[in-house]
């Protein structure tokens, strides 16, 4: 579990090059990764995976693992003090960027590249073609890459 009481700061306080947990606000608060992320140079990274991610937080806070995750001395892990393994972080940013696409476009119009408008109304993620669209009033799903214009608001 994460610490509630430790209140999130503004993005722009964030120290560089430790671990932090960071959220994005939206509709309903703040939005937390459940990884911690370092900034080095202005870009972040998965500090579990060493890996540069691509996410826009607003907040943060410091990173404050549980120790009642009984996985956490797991062998799996490339580190023994690691909370989660690397393909977990991994997935969860994935999951994490498919929220934030449904949030963007789902019930929203687009126009797509062959014409095609309408408003969307699903996202899947296929593994074979990645994200894709459905969009109302025309049968099958699109490659969100296939969107030419989207409603802003």
Sequence with gaps: MFSQAMPWLPILLAPEDCDLEVGELDKTGIVSLRFPCRRKSGIW???WAGEPILIFPTHWRIWRASTSWSFATSS???????AMPIAKSRASTILVEFDRAQAELVGKAVILTDGKAGTVERIWLDEFHGLRVSVSGHEGKWPVSTIKMAQTE
């Design 45 to 47: 990274y998965n500090a």
């Design 76 to 82: 799996h892990h490339s580190k023994p003090d690691q």
